[in-house]
Protein backbone atom coordinates (compact mmCIF):
# COMPACT_ATOMS: atom_id res chain seq x y z
CA UNK A 1 0.00 0.00 0.00
CA UNK A 2 1.10 3.33 -0.78
CA UNK A 3 2.40 5.77 1.89
CA UNK A 4 0.51 8.69 1.52
CA UNK A 5 2.85 11.12 3.96
CA UNK A 6 3.72 14.20 3.41
CA UNK A 7 4.97 17.36 4.89
CA UNK A 8 3.58 20.65 5.07
CA UNK A 9 5.70 23.92 6.25
CA UNK A 10 7.56 21.76 8.36
CA UNK A 11 4.42 20.06 9.64
CA UNK A 12 4.15 15.93 9.37
CA UNK A 13 0.33 15.00 7.45
CA UNK A 14 -0.87 11.82 7.29
CA UNK A 15 -1.77 12.59 3.63
CA UNK A 16 -2.07 15.19 1.28
CA UNK A 17 -5.88 15.90 2.14
CA UNK A 18 -6.10 19.28 4.23
CA UNK A 19 -10.04 20.54 4.92
CA UNK A 20 -9.79 23.86 3.89
CA UNK A 21 -11.11 26.94 6.18
CA UNK A 22 -15.04 27.12 6.23
CA UNK A 23 -18.15 27.04 7.92
CA UNK A 24 -17.38 22.94 8.27
CA UNK A 25 -13.77 24.52 10.38
CA UNK A 26 -15.83 26.33 12.19
CA UNK A 27 -17.67 23.88 14.57
CA UNK A 28 -15.84 21.21 16.59
CA UNK A 29 -17.94 18.43 15.90
CA UNK A 30 -17.47 19.20 12.16
CA UNK A 31 -13.72 18.98 12.60
CA UNK A 32 -13.98 15.75 14.68
CA UNK A 33 -16.00 14.71 11.46
CA UNK A 34 -13.39 15.55 9.05
CA UNK A 35 -10.29 13.80 11.35
CA UNK A 36 -12.55 10.82 10.98
CA UNK A 37 -13.24 10.72 7.28
CA UNK A 38 -9.44 10.94 7.35
CA UNK A 39 -8.33 14.90 7.13
CA UNK A 40 -4.48 15.38 7.47
CA UNK A 41 -4.84 18.68 9.07
CA UNK A 42 -8.13 21.52 9.35
CA UNK A 43 -7.77 25.25 8.49
CA UNK A 44 -9.79 26.99 10.78
CA UNK A 45 -12.25 29.10 9.32
CA UNK A 46 -10.76 32.61 9.38
CA UNK A 47 -10.53 35.02 12.07
CA UNK A 48 -11.95 38.48 10.58
CA UNK A 49 -10.95 42.02 10.83
CA UNK A 50 -14.69 43.12 10.68
CA UNK A 51 -14.78 40.40 13.92
CA UNK A 52 -12.53 42.41 15.77
CA UNK A 53 -13.26 45.83 14.47
CA UNK A 54 -17.24 44.99 15.49
CA UNK A 55 -15.79 44.67 18.51
CA UNK A 56 -13.96 47.27 19.25
CA UNK A 57 -16.95 49.67 18.28
CA UNK A 58 -19.28 48.27 20.31
CA UNK A 59 -16.18 49.40 23.21
CA UNK A 60 -15.29 52.24 22.20
CA UNK A 61 -18.03 53.86 20.28
CA UNK A 62 -15.68 55.74 18.47
CA UNK A 63 -17.16 54.87 14.92
CA UNK A 64 -15.79 57.60 12.52
CA UNK A 65 -11.69 56.77 12.30
CA UNK A 66 -13.03 53.23 10.49
CA UNK A 67 -16.23 55.18 8.54
CA UNK A 68 -16.08 52.42 5.42
CA UNK A 69 -15.49 49.67 7.60
CA UNK A 70 -18.22 50.16 10.26
CA UNK A 71 -20.81 50.67 7.11
CA UNK A 72 -20.21 47.51 5.54
CA UNK A 73 -20.49 45.73 8.91
CA UNK A 74 -23.51 47.29 10.36
CA UNK A 75 -24.87 44.99 7.50
CA UNK A 76 -24.16 41.41 8.79
CA UNK A 77 -22.24 41.85 12.61
CA UNK A 78 -25.98 41.95 15.03
CA UNK A 79 -27.58 39.20 13.39
CA UNK A 80 -23.64 37.21 14.31
CA UNK A 81 -23.89 36.19 17.89
CA UNK A 82 -21.03 35.16 19.86
CA UNK A 83 -18.68 36.48 17.18
CA UNK A 84 -16.45 38.58 18.51
CA UNK A 85 -12.66 37.54 18.44
CA UNK A 86 -12.25 36.47 22.03
CA UNK A 87 -15.01 33.72 21.17
CA UNK A 88 -13.28 33.21 17.96
CA UNK A 89 -9.83 32.51 20.23
CA UNK A 90 -11.27 30.21 23.27
CA UNK A 91 -12.66 28.17 19.77
CA UNK A 92 -9.68 27.98 17.72
CA UNK A 93 -8.03 26.47 21.07
CA UNK A 94 -10.74 24.14 21.87
CA UNK A 95 -10.46 22.72 18.29
CA UNK A 96 -6.60 22.66 18.81
CA UNK A 97 -7.90 20.15 22.05
CA UNK A 98 -10.37 18.56 20.53
CA UNK A 99 -8.47 16.89 17.55
CA UNK A 100 -5.35 14.84 17.10
CA UNK A 101 -4.30 16.27 13.96
CA UNK A 102 -2.66 19.90 13.37
CA UNK A 103 -4.52 22.81 13.14
CA UNK A 104 -3.81 25.84 11.31
CA UNK A 105 -5.03 28.91 12.59
CA UNK A 106 -6.86 31.44 9.73
CA UNK A 107 -6.47 35.21 10.15
CA UNK A 108 -8.24 38.04 7.49
CA UNK A 109 -7.24 41.36 8.93
CA UNK A 110 -7.16 44.84 6.77
CA UNK A 111 -4.84 46.78 8.64
CA UNK A 112 -1.42 46.61 9.69
CA UNK A 113 -1.45 46.72 13.51
CA UNK A 114 -4.25 44.06 13.46
CA UNK A 115 -2.28 41.52 11.03
CA UNK A 116 0.75 41.44 13.80
CA UNK A 117 -1.36 41.67 16.75
CA UNK A 118 -3.89 38.94 16.34
CA UNK A 119 -1.40 36.46 14.31
CA UNK A 120 0.45 36.68 17.94
CA UNK A 121 -3.10 35.77 19.28
CA UNK A 122 -3.66 33.06 17.49
CA UNK A 123 -0.63 31.37 18.05
CA UNK A 124 -0.98 31.76 21.65
CA UNK A 125 -4.22 29.11 20.93
CA UNK A 126 -2.01 26.36 20.29
CA UNK A 127 -2.58 26.46 16.63
CA UNK A 128 0.52 24.28 14.85
CA UNK A 129 0.51 27.03 12.05
CA UNK A 130 -1.27 30.13 10.40
CA UNK A 131 -2.78 30.84 7.38
CA UNK A 132 -2.23 35.04 6.25
CA UNK A 133 -5.59 35.17 4.14
CA UNK A 134 -4.75 38.07 1.92
CA UNK A 135 -8.52 38.26 0.83
CA UNK A 136 -9.10 41.74 -0.13
CA UNK A 137 -10.96 43.12 -3.25
CA UNK A 138 -10.13 46.35 -4.47
CA UNK A 139 -12.38 49.29 -3.91
CA UNK A 140 -10.49 52.46 -3.86
CA UNK A 141 -8.31 53.79 -6.77
CA UNK A 142 -5.58 55.71 -5.44
CA UNK A 143 -3.04 52.36 -3.99
CA UNK A 144 -1.16 50.52 -7.07
CA UNK A 145 -0.57 47.08 -7.36
CA UNK A 146 2.90 47.61 -5.99
CA UNK A 147 1.63 49.41 -2.96
CA UNK A 148 -0.36 46.19 -1.57
CA UNK A 149 2.11 43.59 -2.67
CA UNK A 150 4.90 45.28 -1.14
CA UNK A 151 2.48 45.53 2.31
CA UNK A 152 1.94 42.06 1.78
CA UNK A 153 5.10 41.05 1.93
CA UNK A 154 5.77 43.54 4.91
CA UNK A 155 3.45 42.41 6.73
CA UNK A 156 4.30 38.72 6.21
CA UNK A 157 7.53 39.30 7.63
CA UNK A 158 6.35 41.23 10.68
CA UNK A 159 4.51 38.13 11.46
CA UNK A 160 7.18 35.85 10.76
CA UNK A 161 9.04 37.76 12.92
CA UNK A 162 7.08 38.00 15.95
CA UNK A 163 5.98 34.05 15.85
CA UNK A 164 7.53 30.48 16.03
CA UNK A 165 5.02 28.56 13.81
CA UNK A 166 5.32 28.38 10.61
CA UNK A 167 3.22 31.08 8.11
CA UNK A 168 1.75 30.22 5.05
CA UNK A 169 -0.41 32.76 2.81
CA UNK A 170 -3.34 32.10 1.55
CA UNK A 171 -3.65 34.59 -2.01
CA UNK A 172 -5.83 35.14 -4.77
CA UNK A 173 -4.83 34.55 -8.43
CA UNK A 174 -5.15 38.28 -9.32
CA UNK A 175 -1.61 39.45 -9.42
CA UNK A 176 -0.15 40.75 -11.91
CA UNK A 177 2.80 38.56 -11.62
CA UNK A 178 2.02 35.79 -8.94
CA UNK A 179 5.36 34.21 -9.62
CA UNK A 180 7.17 37.54 -8.40
CA UNK A 181 4.98 38.36 -5.49
CA UNK A 182 5.38 34.36 -4.25
CA UNK A 183 9.29 34.45 -4.71
CA UNK A 184 9.17 37.74 -2.51
CA UNK A 185 7.09 36.28 -0.34
CA UNK A 186 9.24 33.25 -0.26
CA UNK A 187 12.19 35.31 0.64
CA UNK A 188 10.74 37.10 4.03
CA UNK A 189 10.46 33.38 5.22
CA UNK A 190 6.47 32.42 4.29
CA UNK A 191 6.74 28.40 4.36
CA UNK A 192 3.57 27.46 2.64
CA UNK A 193 1.64 29.15 -0.07
CA UNK A 194 -2.00 28.57 -0.60
CA UNK A 195 -2.96 28.77 -4.38
CA UNK A 196 -5.61 30.18 -4.47
CA UNK A 197 -8.44 31.53 -2.74
CA UNK A 198 -11.62 31.53 -4.62
CA UNK A 199 -13.53 35.03 -3.87
CA UNK A 200 -16.92 35.74 -3.23
CA UNK A 201 -18.25 38.12 -6.29
CA UNK A 202 -21.38 40.27 -6.49
CA UNK A 203 -24.21 39.01 -8.50
CA UNK A 204 -27.43 40.80 -9.66
CA UNK A 205 -31.10 39.53 -9.90
CA UNK A 206 -32.47 41.53 -13.12
CA UNK A 207 -35.81 40.62 -12.60
CA UNK A 208 -35.97 41.90 -9.06
CA UNK A 209 -32.76 44.55 -9.70
CA UNK A 210 -31.61 43.34 -6.79
CA UNK A 211 -28.22 42.28 -5.06
CA UNK A 212 -27.79 38.49 -5.10
CA UNK A 213 -25.64 37.38 -2.66
CA UNK A 214 -24.76 33.65 -4.11
CA UNK A 215 -22.98 31.12 -2.75
CA UNK A 216 -20.86 29.33 -5.51
CA UNK A 217 -19.00 25.93 -4.99
CA UNK A 218 -15.87 25.48 -7.16
CA UNK A 219 -16.21 23.49 -10.52
CA UNK A 220 -13.53 21.01 -11.28
CA UNK A 221 -12.15 23.28 -14.12
CA UNK A 222 -10.88 25.71 -11.06
CA UNK A 223 -8.01 23.53 -10.11
CA UNK A 224 -6.44 24.41 -13.95
CA UNK A 225 -4.66 28.06 -12.37
CA UNK A 226 -3.57 26.29 -9.22
CA UNK A 227 -2.07 23.74 -11.29
CA UNK A 228 -0.01 26.18 -13.62
CA UNK A 229 1.11 27.79 -10.46
CA UNK A 230 2.30 24.41 -8.98
CA UNK A 231 4.22 23.58 -11.73
CA UNK A 232 5.90 26.80 -12.28
CA UNK A 233 6.77 26.88 -9.00
CA UNK A 234 8.27 23.30 -8.47
CA UNK A 235 11.71 23.91 -7.65
CA UNK A 236 12.28 27.31 -7.46
CA UNK A 237 11.08 28.43 -3.90
CA UNK A 238 11.89 26.96 -0.54
CA UNK A 239 8.07 27.29 0.79
CA UNK A 240 5.60 24.39 0.17
CA UNK A 241 2.77 25.00 -2.70
CA UNK A 242 -0.68 24.01 -1.02
CA UNK A 243 -3.01 23.67 -4.14
CA UNK A 244 -6.89 24.87 -3.31
CA UNK A 245 -9.66 25.66 -5.67
CA UNK A 246 -11.68 22.65 -7.87
CA UNK A 247 -9.99 19.81 -6.08
CA UNK A 248 -13.08 18.09 -6.15
CA UNK A 249 -11.55 13.98 -6.46
CA UNK A 250 -8.86 12.26 -5.58
CA UNK A 251 -7.14 12.25 -9.34
CA UNK A 252 -7.40 16.19 -8.88
CA UNK A 253 -5.39 16.18 -5.84
CA UNK A 254 -2.90 14.16 -8.22
CA UNK A 255 -2.59 16.09 -10.72
CA UNK A 256 -1.61 18.58 -8.45
CA UNK A 257 1.26 16.79 -6.62
CA UNK A 258 2.35 15.97 -10.43
CA UNK A 259 2.49 19.74 -11.20
CA UNK A 260 4.77 19.90 -8.12
CA UNK A 261 1.74 20.96 -4.45
CA UNK A 262 2.70 19.21 -1.57
CA UNK A 263 -0.67 19.12 -0.62
CA UNK A 264 -4.09 20.37 -1.20
CA UNK A 265 -7.08 22.34 0.43
CA UNK A 266 -10.69 21.08 -0.17
CA UNK A 267 -13.69 22.77 0.99
CA UNK A 268 -16.51 22.41 -2.47
CA UNK A 269 -16.08 18.51 -2.47
CA UNK A 270 -17.17 18.59 1.09
CA UNK A 271 -20.30 20.46 0.35
CA UNK A 272 -21.01 18.98 -1.92
CA UNK A 273 -20.49 15.42 -1.34
CA UNK A 274 -20.69 15.16 2.66
CA UNK A 275 -17.75 15.33 5.17
CA UNK A 276 -17.55 11.87 4.71
CA UNK A 277 -16.77 11.57 0.65
CA UNK A 278 -13.14 13.09 1.97
CA UNK A 279 -12.35 9.38 2.53
CA UNK A 280 -12.87 8.39 -0.91
CA UNK A 281 -11.28 11.22 -2.58
CA UNK A 282 -8.16 9.48 0.07
CA UNK A 283 -8.51 6.16 -1.32
CA UNK A 284 -8.62 7.35 -4.99
CA UNK A 285 -5.34 8.71 -4.68
CA UNK A 286 -4.34 5.91 -2.71
CA UNK A 287 -4.89 3.21 -4.88
CA UNK A 288 -4.15 5.38 -8.41
CA UNK A 289 -0.32 5.53 -6.62
CA UNK A 290 -0.85 1.30 -6.35
CA UNK A 291 -1.76 0.99 -9.22
CA UNK A 292 1.39 3.36 -10.95
CA UNK A 293 3.68 1.29 -8.74
CA UNK A 294 4.73 4.54 -6.33
CA UNK A 295 5.27 3.77 -2.87
CA UNK A 296 5.31 7.67 -1.52
CA UNK A 297 4.63 10.89 -2.69
CA UNK A 298 7.97 11.95 -3.81
CA UNK A 299 8.10 9.54 -6.03
CA UNK A 300 6.09 11.48 -8.28
CA UNK A 301 5.71 15.02 -6.92
CA UNK A 302 6.78 17.49 -9.35
CA UNK A 303 7.13 15.11 -11.88
CA UNK A 304 4.89 17.19 -14.62
CA UNK A 305 6.44 20.19 -12.84
CA UNK A 306 7.77 23.18 -15.74
CA UNK A 307 11.34 21.73 -15.06
CA UNK A 308 10.13 18.25 -15.29
CA UNK A 309 7.57 18.94 -18.33
CA UNK A 310 8.62 16.97 -21.71
CA UNK A 311 7.17 20.04 -23.01
CA UNK A 312 8.71 22.90 -21.86
CA UNK A 313 5.78 25.53 -23.26
CA UNK A 314 2.93 23.63 -21.39
CA UNK A 315 2.76 26.21 -18.60
CA UNK A 316 3.67 29.36 -20.57
CA UNK A 317 2.69 31.11 -23.94
CA UNK A 318 2.91 28.56 -26.10
CA UNK A 319 0.89 26.64 -24.39
CA UNK A 320 -1.53 29.35 -25.08
CA UNK A 321 -0.88 30.09 -29.05
CA UNK A 322 -0.67 26.53 -29.59
CA UNK A 323 -4.42 26.00 -28.45
CA UNK A 324 -5.48 28.78 -29.84
CA UNK A 325 -3.52 28.15 -33.22
CA UNK A 326 -5.69 24.20 -33.31
CA UNK A 327 -8.78 25.31 -32.35
CA UNK A 328 -11.29 24.83 -34.58
CA UNK A 329 -13.87 27.68 -34.51
CA UNK A 330 -16.24 26.49 -37.33
CA UNK A 331 -19.13 24.74 -35.45
C1 LIG B 1 -18.90 28.24 3.07
C2 LIG B 1 -17.50 28.66 2.84
C3 LIG B 1 -16.84 29.36 3.83
C4 LIG B 1 -15.50 29.75 3.63
N1 LIG B 1 -14.85 30.42 4.63
C5 LIG B 1 -13.54 30.74 4.45
C6 LIG B 1 -12.80 31.37 5.49
O1 LIG B 1 -13.30 31.66 6.58
N2 LIG B 1 -11.50 31.66 5.24
C7 LIG B 1 -10.88 31.36 4.07
O2 LIG B 1 -9.68 31.61 3.92
N3 LIG B 1 -11.56 30.75 3.07
C8 LIG B 1 -12.86 30.43 3.24
N4 LIG B 1 -13.52 29.81 2.23
C9 LIG B 1 -12.81 29.48 0.98
C10 LIG B 1 -12.30 28.03 1.02
O3 LIG B 1 -11.39 27.82 2.09
C11 LIG B 1 -11.58 27.67 -0.28
O4 LIG B 1 -10.45 28.50 -0.44
C12 LIG B 1 -12.44 27.83 -1.52
O5 LIG B 1 -13.75 27.36 -1.29
C13 LIG B 1 -11.83 27.07 -2.70
O6 LIG B 1 -11.69 25.69 -2.39
P1 LIG B 1 -12.74 24.61 -2.96
O7 LIG B 1 -12.72 24.72 -4.43
O8 LIG B 1 -12.28 23.27 -2.46
O9 LIG B 1 -14.07 25.01 -2.41
C14 LIG B 1 -14.85 29.42 2.42
C15 LIG B 1 -15.54 28.71 1.43
C16 LIG B 1 -16.84 28.32 1.63
C17 LIG B 1 -17.53 27.55 0.54
Not at 30 to 46: D, F, M, N, P
Not at 288 to 317: E, T, V
Request: aromatic share 10%.
Amino acid sequence: MANLKTTYMGLELKNPFIAGASGYTANLDRIKQLEEAGAAAIVTASLFEEQIQYERFRLEEDLHQFDNLYAEMTGFFPQVKHAGPKEHLTWVKKAKQGVGIPVIASLNAVNRKVWSEWAVQLEDTGADGLELNFYATPSVFDRSSMDVEQEQIEISGEIKNKVKVPVSVKLSPFYSNPLHFIKNLDEVGVQGFVLFNRLFQPDINVEEETNRYRHNLSTEVEHEGPLRYAGLLHGNIQGDVCANSGILSGKDAVKLILAGAVCVQVVSTLYKNKISSLSNLIREAESWMDGKGYKDLGAFRGKMSAKNNSDPGFYRRAQYVKHLIKADYSS
